[in-house]
């Protein structure tokens, strides 16, 4: 009799496990469906159109997803017990979504990176430049998260919509958002739009890490290796960012500044990396209040204390609020933010000169002037670029010719540190080719 019921627990165990093999699978397949995604609408010029001015018009990347498909938005998930889901992450399937989102992240090793930029005025051609950038070396799939005003969307949409994706590349369009009841302020700090990176984690609420960049932003390597620096993140840390200045003679903040700034010469945020999920979940101390505030509640009462004090806008903000959470910063290296501070008085970033840079950051306007012909012979160069040619002959060469030229300059002085990496970039892209990654 012992025996029988060993035998009848067992098969029922094995049905049990069977049953939830099918869900599992059901779920799987249903988070599969192409459903509006960016490689059907390729293939249909005209749907394509009218979904793209959907998501351009909804303003967020996850609002077309209904049922089992709002499970593919996992990132948050991942960071919380399934009894902590928030309910705006997998609607009525977060029990399903909870039970095999571990055999989810072992069938689905690589997420999609997200990277975010904002173009006004005449930054159509340049934000587009840096997106090439982007897709050329990157190996894991990226969403671009473009916010831009709207006239630039169709622009955006016509060109986009023409690379050879290859299933690698997906992107959503917002229009600029402020808070309504002080857009007016938010809109004229420092330049048109370059505000709205702050409020990043709050209107991307199911994205867990985004790679923020300016417009004026060149990626020399894949967007794979500053993401893993989400990896190296401690504890305590919510963003990465790299210094200002590497030489404190020529710092601004540290001259200049009538705000609190992080370190001896301040942050850059031209190049910014977060965690949003944290970003969203501390609580920040600061000089105003003896309570600690979250991200939401902070920034308008730091625009009206320091508005009169602040130079550079949202950067300054952020310079501040470091300046009270140290602990909360990762700061990279120089090479991963390299601008013409860098080079215009002689060279000042060792890392850059030992490996090369990584990003390039051409602020000042200097892509589209002859101030650093350094920096804008790299601009040409990718802008130019046709995805598909040989990257050696259709652009390192050319483009080392270019730089030969530019010798006279302190920038050009140094030129090989500006391909360096890039050499290197484009050689391990051709062997992960010929081994087919």
Not at 96 to 120: G, I, N, Q
Not at 333 to 345: F, G, K, L, T, V
Not at 423 to 429: A, E, G, L, P, V
Request: charged share 25%; proline share 5%; with cysteine.
């Amino acid at each position: 009799m012992r025996r029988f019921a060993r035998v009848a627990l067992l098969c029922l165990g094995c049905g049990v496990c069977s049953l939830l093999y099918g869900f599992s699978q059901l779920a799987l397949s249903l988070e599969q469906e192409p459903g509006g995604g960016r490689e059907r609408q390729a293939r249909d010029p005209g749907a394509r159109r009218q979904a793209g001015a959907g998501r351009a018009a909804a303003g967020s990347a996850g609002r077309g997803e209904s049922g089992a498909g709002r499970c593919k938005n996992l990132s948050v998930s991942f960071w919380n017990s399934y009894w902590m889901l928030p309910s705006d992450v997998c609607g009525m399937n977060c029990f399903w979504e909870a039970a095999f989102r571990y055999d989810y992240m072992k069938t689905h090793p690589s997420e999609k990176m997200h990277l975010a930029v904002v173009a006004c005025g005449e930054r159509l051609e340049e934000t587009v430049t840096m997106l090439r950038s982007a897709i050329i070396f990157s190996i894991k799939p990226l969403q671009f998260h473009i916010f831009a005003e709207d006239q630039l969307h169709e622009s955006f949409k016509d060109i986009l919509d023409d690379f050879p994706y290859e299933g690698k590349v997906n992107y959503t369009l917002y229009p600029i958002t402020f808070p309504t009841e002080s857009a007016a302020e938010w809109k004229k700090l420092f330049k048109p739009c370059a505000s709205q990176r702050l409020f990043l984690p709050l209107i991307l609420k199911n994205v867990d890490s985004l790679l923020y960049v300016d417009t004026d932003i060149l990626f020399l390597r894949p967007v794979d290796d500053i993401w893993s620096f989400l990896g190296k993140f401690n504890s305590t840390q919510i963003a990465a960012m790299a210094p200002e200045h590497e030489e404190p003679r020529i710092g601004w903040y540290n001259r200049f500044a009538r705000h609190p700034y992080y370190g001896v010469t301040g942050i850059n945020s031209g190049v910014m990396l977060m965690n949003m999920t944290r970003i969203r979940k501390k609580y920040f101390k600061n000089d105003m209040t003896p309570v600690r505030l979250q991200w939401g509640e902070i920034l308008m009462p730091l625009l009206k204390k320091y508005k009169l004090n602040i130079t550079w806008g949202d950067q300054d903000l952020l310079n501040i609020m470091f300046f009270h959470n140290p602990e909360s910063l990762y700061v990279f290296p120089c090479q991963w933010n390299y601008r013409p501070d860098h080079c215009i008085y002689g060279s000042n970033c060792k890392e850059a000169e030992e490996e090369g840079i990584f990003i390039l950051h051409g602020n000042r306007g200097v892509y589209h002037d002859d101030k650093q012909p350094t920096f804008r012979a790299i601009y040409e160069a990718i802008k130019n670029y046709s995805f598909g040619d040989d990257l050696v002959h259709s652009l390192l060469q050319p483009l080392e010719l270019e730089l030969r030229k530019t010798m006279h300059t302190y920038c050009g002085k140094v030129y090989k540190v500006f391909i360096k990496q890039l050499t290197k970039s484009i050689r391990d892209f051709y062997t992960r080719r010929s081994k087919g990654r």
